[in-house]
């Protein structure tokens, strides 16, 4: 009898061998829940995170929950989970871009309850790396490459620019995608010296962007953008910056900014006193 069964397991091993292809490597196990509906999604969102060899997501319509095995050396999961946003898919991490989250069936249009995530900027290249990387290693997107924190510089310049036109719907808005990039910086992945400063601002700049994010209010947004814009200087500082950054001074409120402008742009009194104030560094 305990022939059978061994036999029978040697079987069953072999057949999975088989259909499945080789184990994968220096494997690692992790679960988490990505939206969808259906049967259909599952077939998209496992097709849009399986690498052969490198990398296994079985998705439960059921639970939403997804189990991902993959190859701790070649990827990790946030790049499986990337590669799932970019199919459409939302994460307990990343969201899908709207263009593509409309692409899906109307059956597969799951409703989007998830608003902490990081979101997903789908670009052209974007698509070709998710399709290179079933045959090779995932690629991390071009904005993760420039700098650790460059989604953080990216939301705090739209902030300011929102702030310049006194617009205090959008300022909340893109505090609030600021909080999420400031949530999602990898610190495993910072060198020294960024790692340093990051310990040195992250809870500021995260108490910052919340308290603008919680008020519409464009006096109390001006307030707490002070204190952001210094936090930010000293993490800019420490960051390679693909062009000049301008750290301007305004007089009449004794406070700073940072602008990819030369030209000034007060954030601090919009129209009222756009030209006020002057550039006292410029970040190379």
């Known amino acids: 009898m305990k022939t059978i069964k061994k036999a029978l397991m040697a079987i069953t091993i072999l057949l999975s061998a088989i259909s499945f292809g080789a184990p994968i490597k220096n494997a690692k196990t992790v679960t988490t829940k990505i939206y969808g509906n259906c049967l259909m999604c599952k077939t998209a969102i496992e097709k849009a995170g399986n690498i052969k060899n490198i990398a296994s997501v079985n998705w439960d319509e059921n639970t939403k929950i997804a189990a991902i095995t993959y ?3 070649k990827t990790n999961q946030d790049e499986i989970l990337k590669r799932i946003a970019l199919a459409g898919y939302d994460s ?5 871009p709207g263009d593509a989250y409309a ?3 109307k059956c597969c249009q799951y409703e989007r309850t998830n608003k902490m995530a990081v979101p997903m900027k789908e670009s052209k290249m974007d698509m070709e790396k998710m399709d290179h990387s079933q045959h090779t290693t995932a690629v991390l997107p071009d904005a993760q490459q420039d700098s650790p924190f460059k989604a953080i510089f990216d ?28 949530n999602a910086v990898e ?29 519409q209010d464009i006096k109390k947004q001006r307030e707490s953008f002070k204190n952001l814009s210094k936090s930010t200087y000293d993490l800019i500082k420490t960051a ?4 000049p950054v301008y750290y301007n001074h305004c007089p009449m409120v004794d406070a700073n900014w940072l602008s990819k402008e030369s030209g000034i742009k007060n954030p601090y009194y919009g129209s009222q006193m756009l030209s006020c104030g002057s550039t006292i560094e410029t970040i190379k």
């Open 71 to 73: 190859d701790q050396k």
């Open 92 to 96: 307990e991490q990343f969201l899908s």
């Open 103 to 105: 692409k899906l069936p």
């Open 155 to 182: 939301n705090y310049f739209e902030l300011k620019d929102a702030l310049v036109k006194t617009d205090a719907t959008t300022a909340k808005m893109k505090s609030k995608e600021l909080l999420n990039a400031i």
């Open 187 to 215: 610190m495993d992945k910072l060198k020294p010296k960024e790692h340093t400063t990051w310990m040195n601002v992250m809870k500021s700049l995260a108490t910052d962007a919340k308290n603008i994010s919680e008020t």
């Open 240 to 243: 390679n910056q693909p062009q």
